[in-house]
């Protein structure tokens, strides 16, 4: 009894893994196809001392595990609102553990949803250092600058690595057209407006219906999205952050 049991076991693993294996390897074959599509010009990715104090703070690094995702930290090169490179030798996209099942639950989704598109990370894990430059040079008046840029004195979620900048790039390699650009500072950027400006003809149906795919997606992965960015999501709310989290900051770093 016992020995037809344990034969009846191995056949079910033996199942199983013939039915993972072959999801995963037309779900690889898909992506491969739009990495290959993709104009990014290639980075060498040496293991650099400000990643290292991420690992050691325990950060991982996204594409360990999901080698699909592409990504590409704007902060990482001069093509951001800044226009200068202040990630320096962080080019690799770092979050806290639950962060990544999070975002590996929202892979999940887009791949069931559309198997053909992957993600792209804009921005993870964010040293105080890089939160303050933006700070300082975020142009939208003293007034309103918390609403586009958290304040260094209170912390981004970002600096904890509980926060994700992303969207999402389709077959041919193009990042879905959301209505604006990254970092777009104004009211056509805000999620809860994206009905609103759909329906006064701001936004067409085709950028209404890519924006809402990845904020359905964000959300049902468990995400909450911020009011003024629709590529901003959080794991967790900036008091949790703080609370389980140690802020990453490069001081810290310095004798690593
Ligand atoms: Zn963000």
Redesign the pocket.
Known sequence: MLKKLRILLIILVLSSCFYDCQSKQSSDNQVKTVEQNLVVTPKIKPESKAEKCLQSMGLVNIKDSLPNLIIDLKYSTTDNFIGIDFYGDITNAFVQNECLIKLQNAYQILQNKKPEYTFIVF?AVRSLEAQQLMWDSVDVPQNIKHWYVANPAKGSI?NFGM?L?ISIVDDTGNVLDMGTEFDYFGELAYPNKTEYFYQNGNLSEQQYQNRNLLMSIMADAGFYV?KT?WW?YNAASLAYSKNKYEIFSLKNCADE
């Open positions: 921005d970002h926060a900048d911020s960015e901003h």
